[in-house]
């Protein structure tokens, strides 16, 4: 078997949790996870607060990884683009990966936040780049192999989970998903996952405590961390996360 203390060279790979909260959770932020420092899963959370307050600034992310335009996902985004690009004398590049729309949404978001002109100066500043993916599409952010695999969420746009890694650590980000033949596809291909929690029992759209169980027994070798959380009741075998922790890959 791969080393499972290497990431693309890394002997362990560092996830921080930024929020970890369902959509209206009063207990918890709203959904971003950094990985190594420089990429982020969602942009949920008040990152130009979140970042500093786990030692990482605001110019480190040099990409970010969008599952789906929802705005517990998105509107922490506004603000760090704009923050890079007013406060930063030589603010680095972005680049940002989604579903297909990305662009569009980016820049409707940016205009509701800002206005067009402080849309076209950080997109401008930041050397935003944007790429709209298919599922099974496999692509590099911030220097780590990656691959978009099909979620089911949101009737009205795409939904895209990730893998994340190559021969060492394989890290799985569901975003906000039901179960699905996408959903099974991504798990069958990492050793560690980063999946949604959000009710106790099965309903439409997002994955329950039940669900999870049952998907740890269908894939046993795959290590759950759990945010999105609805439900705070341990899991036996998995991890419970919660704002600002950080976790080191691979799990012992």
Known sequence: MADK???LGSPLV??????TG??????SYNASVLVERTLLLDAGAPLCVHLPRVGVGIDEPRA????????????????LLLGRSLTLDDAPPLEIFGPQGTGRYLEQLLDL????????????????????????????????EAT???????????????VLGGDGVRLGYTGDAELSDGLQALLADCDHV????????PAAMHLARTQILQLMDEHPGVRFLLTHRGPDEPVKGAILARDFQRVQLPLT
């Not at 369902?22 to 207990?27: E, R």
């Not at 970010?64 to 603000?79: E, I, K, Q």
């Not at 978009?148 to 895209?160: D, G, I, Q, T, V």
């Open 113 to 144: 936040a800002w206005g067009d002109a402080m849309r076209e100066l950080a997109w401008s500043k930041l050397r935003l780049s944007v790429r709209e993916l298919q599922p099974g599409e496999r692509f590099t952010a911030a220097g780590m």
């Open 148 to 162: 978009a695999y099909e979620m089911r969420h949101s009737r009205r746009f795409s939904c895209l989970g990730y």
């Open 64 to 79: 970010v990884l969008l599952s789906h335009f929802h705005a517990d996902h998105t509107f922490g985004l506004a603000a």
């Open 5 to 7: 203390r290497r990431l």
């Open 14 to 19: 560092e996830i921080t949790f930024l929020g």
């Open 194 to 201: 980063i999946a949604e929690m959000t009710y106790r029992e």
């Open 22 to 27: 369902a959509a209206f959770s009063s207990t």
